[in-house]
């Protein structure tokens, strides 16, 4: 198999860029391009750093948005860039460079949720199905024409992090059957349909404004909760609430069966539309 591209940029973290650095590196013999992977975004967790190490791969930091700006601004050769769980923002400059092509994974289905966080957002908003979407880059974000998508259900306790697990998988799926199409720049892109209810999603915005409300609805109040639940990863501050007119915030949550009830300091039981319970443990302020 041919193609134009002489080098492959990954750029990312966490599960999903660890596993499509993985795929392309194992296809290099396929079409004999350059691969190296830079993190700009420095993880706990990652591993990208000792795999690089083990697949013989280029490995660089670039923690500044200027630098890794530039350093890419400087490629000249044709290359593809692939943007895996990446928060980086291409400028207008590099996008538009004819000898540049950038795709990237949204952990949504586009054009909708587009932004931070969507895995969160779509909880809250009560949906049913979400999914991933491969696209390619232009200056604006996440507005590129879609390459791929991929669909899946949202359990009804599906909590953020398990939710962000399952489309980092999906973003695998996607990425393997678009991937020699990119290469060989046959794939059938689609344009975006865009509305004039679009709304992007900001890093700084919190599902709810970070605001329980014990006295509303609490099925609205289970979403909330489920929404801002990535475990130990602290993507957003504890949700706050009003316990006789006091602030606290919310230490814990379980979903439990009425018989299993059990009296004690700072918490809270709701009904569920399930006849179950949904149990908030809190601390005061």
């Not at 890794?68 to 291409?90: C, G, H, M, P, R």
């Not at 695998?172 to 020699?180: K, L, R, T, V």
Request: net charge neutral; charged share 25%.
């Amino acid at each position: 198999m041919d193609t134009n591209f002489r080098r492959l940029v990954v750029i990312g973290y966490g599960k999903a860029a660890g596993d499509i650095l993985k795929y392309i590196a194992d296809r290099r013999a396929d079409y004999a391009y350059q691969l190296e992977f830079i993190e700009h975004e420095p993880h706990s967790l990652s591993v990208t750093e000792r795999l690089c190490a083990e697949r013989n791969i280029p490995f660089q930091r670039m923690p500044e948005k200027a630098a890794l700006a530039q350093y890419l601004d400087e490629i000249s050769e044709k290359t593809l860039i692939v943007s895996a769980s990446n928060n980086f923002l291409f400028p207008k400059a590099l996008v538009e460079k004819e000898n540049i092509t950038i795709i990237n994974f949204h952990n949504a289905l586009l054009p909708d949720y587009p932004g931070r966080n969507a895995p969160s957002w779509v909880i809250y908003s009560g949906e049913r199905e979400t999914g991933i979407t491969w696209h390619y880059v232009t200056a604006g974000v996440d507005e590129g024409s879609i390459i791929v998508q991929k669909r899946c259900a949202i359990g009804p306790d599906e909590k953020a992090y398990e939710l962000t697990e399952r489309l980092m998988n999906l973003a695998c799926e996607g990425f393997a059957a678009c991937f020699d199409k990119v290469l060989t720049q046959s794939a059938e892109a689609v344009p975006q349909q865009f509305s004039g209810k679009r709304r992007m999603y900001r890093s700084k915005e919190v599902p709810g404004d970070g605001f329980l409300d014990i006295a509303g609805d609490a099925e609205a109040a289970y979403r909330l909760l489920r929404s801002v639940d990535y475990g130990k990863s602290e993507i957003f501050p504890p949700l706050r609430l009003l316990v006789e007119g006091r602030e606290a915030v919310a230490v814990r949550y379980r979903k439990i069966a009425p018989q299993k009830r059990e009296e004690g300091e700072n918490l809270i039981y709701l009904p569920l539309q399930s006849g179950d319970l949904l149990k908030i443990k809190y601390r005061m302020l």
